[in-house]
């Protein structure tokens, strides 16, 4: 079965408009944590934002915020005012435990729109 | 700001011949990864690496692999004899503790003729 799930090949938002990826996850360690990293066009992948599974609220960094909810499993990212500069490719990735590896989802390619 | 940093940033090399990716993880960090990306395709786990030693590999990770923390600093992963199917972006990536995020390196694009 696959552990994160990221339904949503490839996504379109008006440039200022907010956008949503969708990410869904499976496991049955109660300590886990979600990560959401962009990855450009040269190839890096960026760290973007994390949600521990313990949290009591959903993580926030700057325009990104992760809509966490736990009893469906769910880990969406919500891209606020987007900017054509966030124009990329986003992961979704779990961590089960600690210090072990990240399973990462497909991924969603987003396009801003000007 | 620290950053995880990777050399060289592409390879082209002959099947068959022996490569070594390099990375330099953020100083005081303490867990070290390895992951690839065939062009394309989702991030893949190969290794983790922590005290000095393997503490997870994958399926993808056989004989033909290795990683090594030389000297404190470098850590790299060697592939013996590659194959055209080990093309492919190599991250390494690194995290302080077991509970931290994982940072990552801009990628080793590798491509094997």
């Known amino acids: 079965a696959q552990k994160i799930t990221q339904t949503q090949p490839g996504m379109f938002v008006q440039e200022k408009e907010a956008v949503t990826l969708d990410c869904t996850y499976d496991?049955?360690?109660?300590?886990?944590?979600l990560f959401w990293y962009k990855q450009p066009s040269s190839g890096e992948m960026i760290f973007l934002i994390y949600q521990g599974s313990y949290d009591q609220q959903n993580a926030t960094e700057g325009r990104y915020s992760l809509n966490f909810q736990k009893a469906r499993k769910s880990a969406n990212l919500v891209i606020s005012a987007s900017q054509l500069g966030d124009s990329a490719m986003y992961f979704c990735?779990?961590?089960?435990?600690?210090?072990?590896?990240?399973?990462f989802g497909a991924g969603t390619i987003l396009r801003v729109k000007s | 700001e620290p950053e995880v940093t990777q050399t060289p940033s592409h390879q082209v090399t002959q099947m068959g011949q022996e490569v070594i990716l390099r990375c330099v993880p953020i100083?005081?960090?303490?867990?070290f990864y390895w992951y690839r990306q065939i062009l394309g395709q989702k991030v893949e786990f190969l290794v983790s690496f922590y005290n000095n030693e393997i503490s997870e590999k994958s399926e993808i990770f056989d004989d033909q692999f290795s990683v090594e923390r030389p000297d404190g600093s470098n850590f790299t992963l060697k592939i013996r004899s590659t194959k055209l199917e080990d093309s492919a972006m190599y991250f390494c990536a690194s995290q302080f503790g077991a509970a931290d995020t994982q940072y990552f390196g801009p990628g080793t694009r590798l491509t094997v003729l």
């Open positions: 990735a779990m961590r089960e435990g600690r210090g072990n590896k990240l399973v």
């Open positions: 100083s005081n960090h303490l867990y």
């Open positions: 496991t049955s360690d109660p300590s886990y944590g």
